[in-house]
Protein backbone atom coordinates (compact mmCIF):
# COMPACT_ATOMS: atom_id res chain seq x y z
CA UNK A 1 0.00 0.00 0.00
CA UNK A 2 1.21 3.33 -0.72
CA UNK A 3 0.66 6.29 1.18
CA UNK A 4 0.30 9.86 -0.13
CA UNK A 5 0.16 11.37 3.12
CA UNK A 6 2.12 9.95 6.24
CA UNK A 7 0.54 9.75 9.69
CA UNK A 8 2.64 11.35 11.83
CA UNK A 9 4.37 9.72 14.99
CA UNK A 10 2.08 9.98 18.38
CA UNK A 11 3.25 13.01 20.13
CA UNK A 12 3.67 10.68 23.49
CA UNK A 13 5.86 8.10 21.22
CA UNK A 14 8.40 6.52 23.12
CA UNK A 15 11.73 7.38 21.51
CA UNK A 16 14.58 5.81 23.38
CA UNK A 17 16.72 2.26 23.05
CA UNK A 18 17.52 -0.75 25.00
CA UNK A 19 19.87 -2.90 27.09
CA UNK A 20 20.27 -5.57 29.24
CA UNK A 21 21.77 -6.11 32.93
CA UNK A 22 24.39 -8.61 32.61
CA UNK A 23 25.69 -6.98 28.95
CA UNK A 24 25.91 -3.32 30.25
CA UNK A 25 26.06 -3.26 34.15
CA UNK A 26 29.42 -5.34 35.26
CA UNK A 27 29.65 -5.28 38.79
CA UNK A 28 29.32 -9.32 38.20
CA UNK A 29 29.17 -9.92 42.14
CA UNK A 30 29.45 -6.45 43.63
CA UNK A 31 27.59 -5.54 46.54
CA UNK A 32 26.01 -8.56 47.39
CA UNK A 33 24.64 -9.87 43.61
CA UNK A 34 24.87 -13.73 43.09
CA UNK A 35 25.90 -15.54 39.48
CA UNK A 36 23.68 -15.89 37.32
CA UNK A 37 24.03 -18.58 34.37
CA UNK A 38 25.98 -15.69 32.81
CA UNK A 39 28.59 -15.51 35.52
CA UNK A 40 29.43 -19.30 35.42
CA UNK A 41 29.34 -19.67 31.54
CA UNK A 42 32.04 -20.92 29.78
CA UNK A 43 32.73 -17.14 28.10
CA UNK A 44 33.13 -17.74 24.04
CA UNK A 45 37.20 -17.44 23.25
CA UNK A 46 38.03 -13.89 22.38
CA UNK A 47 35.52 -11.67 23.08
CA UNK A 48 35.21 -9.72 26.74
CA UNK A 49 34.43 -11.16 30.02
CA UNK A 50 30.95 -9.90 31.62
CA UNK A 51 32.81 -9.58 34.96
CA UNK A 52 33.22 -5.94 34.11
CA UNK A 53 31.29 -5.68 30.79
CA UNK A 54 31.26 -1.87 30.56
CA UNK A 55 30.83 -0.82 33.64
CA UNK A 56 27.24 0.72 33.60
CA UNK A 57 26.59 -0.05 37.02
CA UNK A 58 29.15 2.73 38.16
CA UNK A 59 28.29 5.01 35.03
CA UNK A 60 24.90 4.84 35.29
CA UNK A 61 24.76 8.45 35.81
CA UNK A 62 26.80 9.46 32.78
CA UNK A 63 25.06 6.65 30.84
CA UNK A 64 21.54 8.57 31.69
CA UNK A 65 22.72 11.79 31.25
CA UNK A 66 23.86 11.24 27.80
CA UNK A 67 20.18 9.52 27.33
CA UNK A 68 18.67 12.87 28.09
CA UNK A 69 20.91 14.81 25.86
CA UNK A 70 19.74 12.12 23.14
CA UNK A 71 16.36 13.38 24.42
CA UNK A 72 15.16 10.11 25.38
CA UNK A 73 11.46 9.80 26.10
CA UNK A 74 11.83 6.25 27.48
CA UNK A 75 15.28 3.50 28.15
CA UNK A 76 14.54 0.08 28.21
CA UNK A 77 16.75 -2.01 30.62
CA UNK A 78 16.99 -5.32 32.52
CA UNK A 79 16.56 -5.87 36.12
CA UNK A 80 19.34 -8.42 37.18
CA UNK A 81 17.36 -11.43 39.16
CA UNK A 82 20.39 -12.15 41.15
CA UNK A 83 21.22 -8.69 41.72
CA UNK A 84 17.88 -8.59 43.99
CA UNK A 85 17.54 -11.77 44.84
CA UNK A 86 21.25 -13.47 45.12
CA UNK A 87 19.67 -17.35 45.70
CA UNK A 88 17.02 -16.62 43.10
CA UNK A 89 14.55 -16.93 46.34
CA UNK A 90 14.53 -16.47 49.75
CA UNK A 91 16.80 -13.11 51.25
CA UNK A 92 16.23 -10.10 49.02
CA UNK A 93 19.67 -7.76 48.79
CA UNK A 94 19.09 -4.43 49.86
CA UNK A 95 22.07 -3.06 48.28
CA UNK A 96 20.67 -4.34 44.48
CA UNK A 97 17.13 -2.57 45.50
CA UNK A 98 19.31 0.39 46.20
CA UNK A 99 20.84 0.28 42.58
CA UNK A 100 17.78 -0.15 40.92
CA UNK A 101 16.04 2.48 42.73
CA UNK A 102 19.18 5.05 42.05
CA UNK A 103 18.88 3.93 38.40
CA UNK A 104 15.08 4.39 38.13
CA UNK A 105 15.06 7.66 39.34
CA UNK A 106 17.49 9.30 37.57
CA UNK A 107 15.53 8.23 34.38
CA UNK A 108 12.58 9.58 36.33
CA UNK A 109 14.68 13.25 37.05
CA UNK A 110 15.10 13.78 32.83
CA UNK A 111 11.73 12.51 32.44
CA UNK A 112 12.58 9.29 30.80
CA UNK A 113 9.83 6.31 31.19
CA UNK A 114 11.51 3.23 32.70
CA UNK A 115 10.56 0.59 30.63
CA UNK A 116 11.57 -2.59 32.86
CA UNK A 117 12.58 -5.76 31.80
CA UNK A 118 12.33 -8.29 34.58
CA UNK A 119 13.94 -11.71 32.85
CA UNK A 120 17.10 -11.11 30.00
CA UNK A 121 18.80 -14.31 30.08
CA UNK A 122 20.41 -14.26 33.18
CA UNK A 123 18.78 -17.36 35.30
CA UNK A 124 20.19 -17.47 38.93
CA UNK A 125 23.12 -19.76 39.15
CA UNK A 126 21.21 -21.07 42.36
CA UNK A 127 17.96 -21.72 40.26
CA UNK A 128 20.17 -23.86 37.46
CA UNK A 129 21.22 -26.06 40.14
CA UNK A 130 17.68 -27.17 41.24
CA UNK A 131 16.70 -27.47 37.85
CA UNK A 132 16.04 -24.27 36.79
CA UNK A 133 12.66 -24.28 33.95
CA UNK A 134 12.67 -27.94 33.64
CA UNK A 135 10.93 -27.48 37.21
CA UNK A 136 7.41 -26.48 37.55
CA UNK A 137 8.40 -24.72 40.47
CA UNK A 138 10.08 -22.01 38.55
CA UNK A 139 6.20 -20.73 37.84
CA UNK A 140 6.10 -20.10 41.90
CA UNK A 141 10.06 -18.61 41.59
CA UNK A 142 9.68 -16.22 39.00
CA UNK A 143 5.96 -15.26 40.94
CA UNK A 144 8.14 -13.96 43.87
CA UNK A 145 10.98 -12.49 42.03
CA UNK A 146 8.15 -10.65 40.31
CA UNK A 147 6.32 -9.39 43.79
CA UNK A 148 9.80 -8.13 44.70
CA UNK A 149 9.88 -6.16 41.76
CA UNK A 150 6.07 -4.47 41.51
CA UNK A 151 6.60 -3.64 45.58
CA UNK A 152 9.66 -2.35 45.42
CA UNK A 153 9.74 -0.23 41.96
CA UNK A 154 6.22 -0.64 41.06
CA UNK A 155 5.11 2.86 42.72
CA UNK A 156 7.59 4.49 39.66
CA UNK A 157 7.73 1.80 36.80
CA UNK A 158 4.60 1.75 34.73
CA UNK A 159 5.93 -0.27 31.18
CA UNK A 160 7.03 -4.01 32.44
CA UNK A 161 8.28 -6.28 30.11
CA UNK A 162 8.50 -10.51 31.36
CA UNK A 163 10.54 -12.13 29.63
CA UNK A 164 12.83 -11.14 26.81
CA UNK A 165 12.95 -13.26 23.83
CA UNK A 166 11.36 -16.15 25.24
CA UNK A 167 11.33 -17.94 21.76
CA UNK A 168 15.15 -17.89 21.59
CA UNK A 169 15.94 -19.42 24.50
CA UNK A 170 13.45 -22.60 23.33
CA UNK A 171 15.27 -21.90 19.72
CA UNK A 172 18.64 -21.40 20.18
CA UNK A 173 19.09 -21.18 24.31
CA UNK A 174 21.39 -24.57 24.16
CA UNK A 175 22.98 -23.09 21.39
CA UNK A 176 23.85 -19.80 23.23
CA UNK A 177 24.58 -20.86 26.46
CA UNK A 178 21.26 -19.04 27.99
CA UNK A 179 19.03 -22.30 28.75
CA UNK A 180 20.20 -24.77 31.05
CA UNK A 181 19.88 -28.93 29.83
CA UNK A 182 19.98 -30.81 33.00
CA UNK A 183 22.72 -34.08 32.29
CA UNK A 184 20.93 -37.05 30.86
CA UNK A 185 18.38 -35.67 29.37
CA UNK A 186 17.10 -38.16 26.24
CA UNK A 187 14.74 -36.21 24.32
CA UNK A 188 16.46 -33.02 24.14
CA UNK A 189 13.01 -31.55 22.38
CA UNK A 190 10.82 -32.38 24.54
CA UNK A 191 12.90 -30.89 27.53
CA UNK A 192 13.33 -27.59 25.86
CA UNK A 193 9.64 -26.99 25.22
CA UNK A 194 8.58 -28.21 28.36
CA UNK A 195 11.05 -25.62 29.93
CA UNK A 196 9.45 -23.08 27.25
CA UNK A 197 5.61 -24.43 28.88
CA UNK A 198 7.14 -23.23 32.17
CA UNK A 199 8.61 -19.89 31.28
CA UNK A 200 4.70 -19.28 29.45
CA UNK A 201 3.10 -19.75 32.82
CA UNK A 202 5.31 -18.01 34.48
CA UNK A 203 5.39 -15.35 32.49
CA UNK A 204 1.25 -15.30 32.49
CA UNK A 205 1.72 -15.52 36.74
CA UNK A 206 3.86 -12.07 36.63
CA UNK A 207 1.20 -10.26 34.23
CA UNK A 208 -1.46 -11.20 36.54
CA UNK A 209 0.26 -10.29 39.64
CA UNK A 210 1.41 -6.68 37.76
CA UNK A 211 -2.67 -6.40 36.98
CA UNK A 212 -3.41 -7.15 40.99
CA UNK A 213 -0.72 -5.41 42.38
CA UNK A 214 -0.09 -2.37 39.77
CA UNK A 215 -3.74 -1.64 38.48
CA UNK A 216 -2.49 1.59 37.02
CA UNK A 217 0.84 -0.07 35.24
CA UNK A 218 1.03 -2.16 32.20
CA UNK A 219 2.91 -4.86 31.00
CA UNK A 220 3.87 -7.18 27.86
CA UNK A 221 6.22 -9.70 26.20
CA UNK A 222 9.09 -9.46 24.54
CA UNK A 223 9.77 -12.20 22.18
CA UNK A 224 11.45 -12.03 18.79
CA UNK A 225 9.18 -11.35 15.96
CA UNK A 226 10.67 -12.17 12.55
CA UNK A 227 7.96 -13.05 9.84
CA UNK A 228 8.73 -16.15 7.73
CA UNK A 229 8.37 -15.75 3.95
CA UNK A 230 7.99 -18.87 1.35
CA UNK A 231 10.93 -19.13 -0.76
CA UNK A 232 8.43 -19.00 -3.75
CA UNK A 233 5.16 -18.89 -4.78
CA UNK A 234 5.30 -23.18 -4.80
CA UNK A 235 1.69 -24.09 -2.42
CA UNK A 236 4.47 -26.14 -0.46
CA UNK A 237 6.52 -23.58 0.07
CA UNK A 238 3.62 -20.99 1.65
CA UNK A 239 2.99 -24.07 4.14
CA UNK A 240 6.76 -24.31 5.09
CA UNK A 241 6.40 -20.60 5.72
CA UNK A 242 2.84 -21.23 7.83
CA UNK A 243 4.95 -23.86 9.62
CA UNK A 244 7.86 -21.62 10.56
CA UNK A 245 5.97 -18.97 11.02
CA UNK A 246 3.85 -20.41 13.92
CA UNK A 247 6.48 -22.15 15.74
CA UNK A 248 8.93 -19.00 15.56
CA UNK A 249 6.84 -16.70 16.45
CA UNK A 250 2.72 -17.72 16.82
CA UNK A 251 3.54 -20.28 19.53
CA UNK A 252 4.69 -17.57 21.38
CA UNK A 253 2.03 -14.32 20.78
CA UNK A 254 -0.81 -17.02 20.90
CA UNK A 255 0.15 -17.92 24.48
CA UNK A 256 0.75 -14.65 25.74
CA UNK A 257 -2.37 -13.01 24.48
CA UNK A 258 -5.25 -15.64 24.08
CA UNK A 259 -3.41 -18.02 26.78
CA UNK A 260 -3.94 -21.23 23.93
CA UNK A 261 -1.07 -23.22 22.15
CA UNK A 262 -0.94 -22.44 18.09
CA UNK A 263 -2.60 -25.47 16.91
CA UNK A 264 0.47 -26.26 14.03
CA UNK A 265 3.21 -25.65 16.49
CA UNK A 266 1.50 -28.03 18.67
CA UNK A 267 0.78 -30.45 15.91
CA UNK A 268 4.44 -30.56 15.18
CA UNK A 269 5.28 -31.27 19.01
CA UNK A 270 2.52 -34.01 19.05
CA UNK A 271 4.26 -35.46 15.51
CA UNK A 272 7.65 -35.11 16.88
CA UNK A 273 7.13 -36.62 20.77
CA UNK A 274 7.66 -33.25 22.45
CA UNK A 275 4.07 -32.15 23.94
CA UNK A 276 4.76 -30.38 27.38
CA UNK A 277 2.75 -31.54 30.34
CA UNK A 278 0.09 -28.88 30.88
CA UNK A 279 -1.86 -29.02 34.04
CA UNK A 280 -5.69 -27.59 34.26
CA UNK A 281 -3.47 -24.99 37.08
CA UNK A 282 -1.38 -24.16 34.11
CA UNK A 283 -4.26 -23.80 31.82
CA UNK A 284 -5.94 -21.31 34.12
CA UNK A 285 -2.87 -19.10 34.17
CA UNK A 286 -2.32 -18.18 30.55
CA UNK A 287 -5.81 -17.73 30.07
CA UNK A 288 -6.46 -15.42 33.08
CA UNK A 289 -3.29 -13.80 32.06
CA UNK A 290 -4.08 -10.65 29.55
CA UNK A 291 -1.33 -8.59 27.98
CA UNK A 292 -1.28 -4.71 28.15
CA UNK A 293 0.61 -4.33 24.94
CA UNK A 294 3.42 -6.49 22.52
CA UNK A 295 7.06 -5.75 23.25
CA UNK A 296 9.22 -7.32 20.57
CA UNK A 297 12.66 -7.48 18.63
CA UNK A 298 12.58 -7.32 15.51
CA UNK A 299 16.48 -7.60 12.74
CA UNK A 300 15.41 -9.13 10.00
CA UNK A 301 13.16 -11.80 8.39
CA UNK A 302 13.49 -15.47 7.61
CA UNK A 303 12.84 -17.39 4.55
CA UNK A 304 12.20 -21.24 4.08
CA UNK A 305 10.95 -23.61 1.29
CA UNK A 306 9.64 -26.99 1.89
CA UNK A 307 11.73 -29.47 3.60
CA UNK A 308 11.35 -33.53 2.36
CA UNK A 309 12.87 -34.37 5.98
CA UNK A 310 16.10 -35.17 4.90
CA UNK A 311 18.16 -32.22 5.70
CA UNK A 312 19.96 -31.88 9.24
CA UNK A 313 17.98 -29.92 12.06
CA UNK A 314 19.53 -26.76 13.52
CA UNK A 315 20.37 -23.35 13.52
CA UNK A 316 21.97 -22.22 9.65
CA UNK A 317 24.85 -19.76 10.30
CA UNK A 318 24.32 -16.79 12.66
CA UNK A 319 20.63 -15.42 12.31
CA UNK A 320 18.52 -16.13 15.08
CA UNK A 321 16.21 -16.72 12.01
CA UNK A 322 17.80 -19.26 9.97
CA UNK A 323 16.87 -22.85 11.17
CA UNK A 324 15.41 -26.03 9.51
CA UNK A 325 13.26 -28.21 11.18
CA UNK A 326 13.09 -31.43 9.07
CA UNK A 327 9.88 -32.18 7.44
CA UNK A 328 8.66 -28.81 8.59
CA UNK A 329 10.53 -26.13 7.21
CA UNK A 330 13.87 -25.60 5.49
CA UNK A 331 15.54 -22.09 5.76
CA UNK A 332 17.10 -20.53 2.72
CA UNK A 333 18.73 -17.19 2.16
CA UNK A 334 16.90 -14.79 0.30
CA UNK A 335 18.83 -13.46 -2.44
CA UNK A 336 16.30 -9.97 -2.30
CA UNK A 337 18.33 -8.91 0.66
CA UNK A 338 21.74 -7.13 1.68
CA UNK A 339 23.44 -8.66 4.31
CA UNK A 340 25.52 -6.87 7.34
CA UNK A 341 29.54 -7.63 8.18
CA UNK A 342 27.77 -10.33 10.06
CA UNK A 343 26.14 -12.00 8.01
CA UNK A 344 22.31 -10.94 9.49
CA UNK A 345 20.31 -9.88 6.46
CA UNK A 346 18.45 -7.00 6.52
CA UNK A 347 14.74 -6.25 5.89
CA UNK A 348 13.45 -3.13 6.71
CA UNK A 349 10.21 -3.66 4.48
CA UNK A 350 10.25 -6.79 6.88
CA UNK A 351 9.52 -5.13 9.51
CA UNK A 352 6.65 -3.27 8.33
CA UNK A 353 5.08 -6.64 6.75
CA UNK A 354 6.00 -7.84 10.65
CA UNK A 355 4.69 -5.17 12.68
CA UNK A 356 1.46 -5.29 10.23
CA UNK A 357 1.21 -9.19 10.59
CA UNK A 358 1.36 -8.87 14.02
CA UNK A 359 -0.91 -6.15 14.44
CA UNK A 360 -3.87 -7.72 12.37
CA UNK A 361 -3.37 -11.25 14.62
CA UNK A 362 -3.39 -9.08 17.85
CA UNK A 363 -4.52 -6.10 17.60
CA UNK A 364 -2.82 -4.90 20.71
CA UNK A 365 0.04 -1.87 21.18
CA UNK A 366 3.42 -2.75 19.89
CA UNK A 367 6.96 -1.92 20.92
CA UNK A 368 9.80 -1.64 19.62
CA UNK A 369 12.12 -3.34 22.25
CA UNK A 370 15.36 -4.40 20.12
CA UNK A 371 15.76 -3.25 16.34
CA UNK A 372 19.72 -2.10 15.42
CA UNK A 373 23.10 -3.24 13.52
CA UNK A 374 26.22 -4.64 15.14
CA UNK A 375 29.23 -3.84 13.17
CA UNK A 376 32.95 -2.84 13.78
CA UNK A 377 33.35 0.72 14.67
CA UNK A 378 36.62 2.51 14.79
CA UNK A 379 37.25 5.48 17.21
CA UNK A 380 39.00 8.12 15.36
CA UNK A 381 42.11 10.00 16.82
CA UNK A 382 39.88 13.31 17.36
CA UNK A 383 37.72 11.00 19.26
CA UNK A 384 34.68 10.55 16.49
CA UNK A 385 32.96 7.90 15.38
CA UNK A 386 31.69 8.16 12.05
CA UNK A 387 28.54 5.34 11.53
CA UNK A 388 26.70 6.54 8.55
CA UNK A 389 25.72 2.31 8.21
CA UNK A 390 24.09 2.71 11.54
CA UNK A 391 22.54 5.55 10.64
CA UNK A 392 21.47 4.16 7.19
CA UNK A 393 20.03 0.91 8.79
CA UNK A 394 17.79 3.06 11.37
CA UNK A 395 16.59 5.49 8.95
CA UNK A 396 15.20 2.70 6.91
CA UNK A 397 13.39 1.47 9.94
CA UNK A 398 12.10 4.52 11.38
CA UNK A 399 10.69 5.22 7.91
CA UNK A 400 8.76 1.79 8.08
CA UNK A 401 7.34 2.46 11.51
CA UNK A 402 5.96 5.72 9.84
CA UNK A 403 4.59 3.84 7.27
CA UNK A 404 3.09 1.15 9.72
CA UNK A 405 1.62 4.02 11.53
CA UNK A 406 -0.09 5.39 8.54
CA UNK A 407 -1.25 1.56 7.74
CA UNK A 408 -3.42 2.10 11.10
CA UNK A 409 -0.56 0.16 13.61
CA UNK A 410 -0.98 1.39 17.05
CA UNK A 411 2.91 1.89 17.62
CA UNK A 412 3.43 2.96 21.30
CA UNK A 413 7.49 3.50 20.70
CA UNK A 414 10.54 2.33 19.52
CA UNK A 415 14.19 1.68 21.61
CA UNK A 416 16.55 0.18 19.67
CA UNK A 417 19.56 -2.02 20.59
CA UNK A 418 21.24 -0.49 21.77
CA UNK A 419 21.53 2.92 23.94
CA UNK A 420 25.97 1.99 24.58
CA UNK A 421 27.69 0.03 23.44
CA UNK A 422 27.90 -3.35 25.18
CA UNK A 423 28.85 -6.76 25.36
CA UNK A 424 27.55 -8.98 22.46
CA UNK A 425 26.26 -12.88 23.67
CA UNK A 426 28.80 -14.25 21.48
CA UNK A 427 30.89 -11.83 19.82
CA UNK A 428 32.09 -9.87 22.58
CA UNK A 429 32.01 -5.52 22.44
CA UNK A 430 33.78 -5.83 18.54
CA UNK A 431 30.13 -6.03 17.74
CA UNK A 432 28.98 -2.78 18.67
CA UNK A 433 25.04 -1.59 18.73
CA UNK A 434 25.39 1.67 20.94
CA UNK A 435 24.81 5.69 20.14
CA UNK A 436 27.54 5.69 22.64
CA UNK A 437 31.06 4.34 22.17
CA UNK A 438 32.49 2.74 25.30
CA UNK A 439 36.53 2.43 25.34
CA UNK A 440 37.20 -1.26 25.92
CA UNK A 441 38.16 -3.99 23.35
CA UNK A 442 37.59 -7.65 24.11
CA UNK A 443 40.86 -8.34 25.50
CA UNK A 444 41.41 -5.01 27.25
CA UNK A 445 38.97 -2.90 29.88
CA UNK A 446 40.66 -0.18 28.89
CA UNK A 447 39.14 3.44 29.96
CA UNK A 448 35.63 3.01 29.52
CA UNK A 449 35.06 6.43 28.34
CA UNK A 450 31.96 6.87 26.72
CA UNK A 451 32.36 8.79 23.69
CA UNK A 452 28.95 10.08 20.83
CA UNK A 453 29.16 8.50 17.76
CA UNK A 454 27.70 10.05 14.48
CA UNK A 455 24.18 8.32 15.07
CA UNK A 456 24.17 9.63 18.69
CA UNK A 457 23.37 13.17 17.17
CA UNK A 458 21.59 12.13 14.28
CA UNK A 459 19.01 9.84 16.76
CA UNK A 460 18.75 12.76 18.94
CA UNK A 461 18.16 15.19 15.38
CA UNK A 462 14.75 12.16 15.22
CA UNK A 463 13.92 12.15 18.72
CA UNK A 464 13.38 16.28 18.33
CA UNK A 465 11.29 16.55 15.53
CA UNK A 466 9.31 13.30 16.59
CA UNK A 467 10.54 11.06 13.57
CA UNK A 468 9.77 14.19 10.88
CA UNK A 469 13.26 14.50 9.99
CA UNK A 470 15.27 11.31 9.30
CA UNK A 471 17.89 13.32 7.12
CA UNK A 472 21.57 12.93 7.98
Given at each position: MLHKTLKPFPKDFLWGASTSAYQVEGA?????????????????????????????????????????EMGFKSYRFSISWTRVLPNGTGEVNPKGIEFYNNLIDECLKYD??????????????ALDERGSWSRHDSVDWFAEYACVLFENFGDRVKYWLTI????????VGPVIGTLHVPEGTANLTKEIYQQNHHQLVAQAKAMQLCHEMLPDAKIGPAPNISLVYPASSKPEDVIAAQNFNALRNWLYLDAYVFGEYNNLAWAYLEENDALPTVTDEDRTIMKAAKPDFIGFNYYNTATVEASDGSE?????????????????????????????EFGWEIDPVGFRATVREMYSRYRLPLLVTENGLGAYDTLTEDGKIHDNYRIEYLRQHIAQIQLAISDGVDMLGYNPWSAVDLISTHEGIRKRYGFI????????????????KDSFFWYQKVIATNGQDLKD
Open positions: ALEDGKGPSCQDVKEIPEGTADLSVSVDHYHHYKEDIALMAIEPIVTMFHFDMPANEQNMLTLAAGVNGDQQSHQTFPGFAKSVDNPNLVKTYVDRTDEEVGSLKRYR
